[in-house]
T-cell receptor
Framework: EADIYQTPRYLVIGTGKKITLECSQT?????MYWYQQDPGMELHLIHY???????EKGDLSSESTVSRIRTEHFPLTLESARPSHTSQYLC???????????????FGEGSWLTVV | AQKITQTQPGMFVQEKEAVTLDCTYD???????LFWYKQPSSGEMIFLIY??????QNATEGRYSLNFQKARKSANLVISASQLGDSAMYFC???????????????FGKGTKLSVIP
């Protein structure tokens, strides 16, 4: 079972507010990811990190930013939330070791964000 | 072009019966991995099964098995003895490049909603 945690699980905020979605994993994984998923749709990668002080943007353009100061922590921030940011945000991690087990990407429970 | 195609938006299966969820993929890489995830209505993504492109045997995990046909580029998920708790969205995903090299991201299909009927 994966040990990756996201808070908050559900958040309703007003337009223009700054929010941070927290993600922590206790598996010591180097690789971490943020995916965005609109209801009933597929997941799209918005950010990923190879390790501490490394962050890259994914295929789907996002106004959010991320940081990776510690291995276990990969928060996502929206400086000024808009209704178009309403979505589910899923954090994930993997250790990327050789062999089948290293290919598994584990997900957190997701954060449902609604901007009103 | 879609890299992962799941042609069944919704499927129904009788409890205790087996069901096959289809997935085809498109890649020019020789090294890749294929994943299936289950997403209940609560939203979390639960890893089910993994198949590497060089794995000769079809992957199995309990009631889940992956029917890997490399020449056809298909990776169908078979769930045996369906249970009511299997009702969920199921996503097929691909990672191009294996551990230690290549892309780190998963590309997902649009998903199949499975409903298990008592």
């Amino acid at each position: 079972e994966a040990d990756i945690y996201q808070t908050p699980r559900y958040l309703v905020i007003g337009t223009g507010k700054k929010i941070t979605l927290e993600c922590s994993q206790t598996m010591g994984h180097d690789k971490m990811y943020w995916y965005q998923q609109d209801p009933g749709m597929e997941l799209h990668l918005i950010h990923y990190s190879y390790g501490v002080n490394s962050t890259e943007k994914g295929d789907l353009s996002s106004e959010s930013t991320v940081s990776r100061i510690r291995t276990e922590h990969f928060p996502l921030t929206l400086e000024s939330a808009r209704p178009s940011h309403t979505s589910q945000y899923l954090c994930a991690s993997s250790d990327d070791l050789p062999g089948s087990s290293g290919n598994t990407i584990y997900f957190g429970e997701g954060s449902w964000l609604t901007v009103v | 072009a879609q890299k992962i195609t799941q042609t069944q938006p919704g499927m129904f299966v009788q409890e205790k019966e087996a069901v096959t969820l289809d997935c085809t993929y498109d890649t020019s890489d020789q090294s890749y991995g294929l994943f299936w995830y289950k997403q209940p209505s609560s939203g979390e993504m639960i890893f089910l099964i993994y198949q590497g492109s060089y794995d000769e045997q079809n992957a199995t995990e309990g009631r889940y098995s992956l029917n890997f046909q490399k020449a056809r580029k298909s990776a169908n998920l078979v769930i045996s003895a369906s249970q009511l708790g299997d009702s969920a969205m199921y996503f097929c995903a691909m990672r191009e490049g294996l551990s230690g090299a290549g892309s780190y991201q998963l590309t997902f299909g649009k998903g199949t909603k499975l409903s298990v009927i008592p």
